[in-house]
């Protein structure tokens, strides 16, 4: 756990550390502004897409920004968060680190969120920023230089898309999101980018819009819609997830009258899509 400061301002899981074995701690170029992006969401279950945006943001990072990436952080949600087909926390944390430790060499998963009480995505940030900068003391230039890093947060454009309905965020939580952190927006089909940031233009200079150059609307929802139905779903998802899944049995029980209804409303869309094809 970390020191006495955190315990006033965060809460806790119990035995809680947070992962730092893949953080870059020596930047590659000084010249640049070192950055973690965070990804927050259900994870129900994690799939290529969400681990692909990460490289998205790489190379968005890498072509248009002064940036440099020293970490990337899944943070999967606490169980109090209410959504159709949201599986306990222990199995989404298990599924996501198998995810990331199979594929990938950077990436990390932070359990502090899902193994407690909700916290808002606010208040996620800041305790990554806390971890990051005031624990851990930042990262080094290769001069030995001090850096504090600089926390983004990753999202689809669906969810940049609820900021702008009434009742989900607050405004404060907005400006505190997008005004002193910033993130980064993957385009996903079904969401019009445009009218997602349209409410939130003034804080457009933190908000870097990344296009999908190869289109991939693969969801949990349809994963776990082909997973109840007995349809195969190797390739959408890393092979250490499907085994997991396979061997707990996972998604397999008949669906909540809510999640229905997403589902419904999933294949009503696909079914309109494919007739204007
Ligand atoms: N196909 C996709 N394209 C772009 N962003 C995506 C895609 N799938 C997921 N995301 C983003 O990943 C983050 C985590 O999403 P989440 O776990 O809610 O996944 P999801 O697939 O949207 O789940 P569900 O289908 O259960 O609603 C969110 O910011 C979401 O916008
Ligand atoms: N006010 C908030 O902080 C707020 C509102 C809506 C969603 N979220 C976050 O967005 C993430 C993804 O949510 P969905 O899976 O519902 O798209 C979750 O991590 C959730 O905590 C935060």
């Given at each position: ?44 279950p ?39 087909g949201?599986l ?132 949990s929802t349809k994963v776990r819609l082909f997973l109840r139905r007995g349809l195969s779903v190797?390739?959408l998802l890393?092979?250490?997830?499907v085994?997991?899944i396979e061997?707990?049995k996972l998604y397999v029980d008949?669906a ?22």
């Amino acid at each position: 756990m970390s020191s006495p400061e955190s315990q006033s301002r965060f809460t806790y899981p119990s035995n809680y550390s947070f992962p730092h074995h893949r953080l870059n701690r020596v930047m590659r170029d000084s010249s640049k502004t070192p950055i973690v992006l965070v990804a927050c969401g259900s994870f129900s279950p994690v799939t290529y897409l969400h681990l692909r945006m990460f490289e998205m943001a790489k190379d968005y990072c890498r072509q248009n920004t002064d940036f440099e990436i020293v970490g990337g952080y899944l943070s999967p949600v606490s169980d109090q968060y209410v959504k159709p087909g949201l599986l306990s926390a222990e199995h989404r944390v298990k599924m996501c680190t198998l995810a990331a430790e199979d594929t990938s060499s950077w990436l990390m998963i932070d359990p502090w969120e899902a193994f407690q009480s909700y916290q808002r995505t606010a208040v996620v940030l800041d305790h990554f920023d806390f971890e990051l900068n005031n624990v851990l003391g930042g990262v080094q230039t290769a001069d030995g230089e001090h850096r504090n890093v600089r926390v983004m947060l990753l999202a689809g454009s669906d969810l940049i898309g609820t900021m702008s309905q009434p009742g989900v965020w607050s405004q404060q939580d907005l400006d505190h999101i997008l005004g002193r952190y910033g993130c980064f927006i993957i385009e996903r089909a079904g969401t019009d980018v445009d009218q997602a940031t349209d409410s939130l233009a003034r804080w457009k200079h933190n908000i870097h819009i990344i296009s999908q150059l190869i289109q991939n609307d693969v969801s949990s929802t349809k994963v776990r819609l082909f997973l109840r139905r007995g349809l195969s779903v190797r390739y959408l998802l890393p092979s250490a997830v499907v085994d997991y899944i396979e061997q707990n049995k996972l998604y397999v029980d008949e669906a909540t009258a809510a999640e229905k209804e997403k589902e419904r409303e999933m294949l009503a869309t696909l079914s309109k899509k494919k007739a204007t094809t």
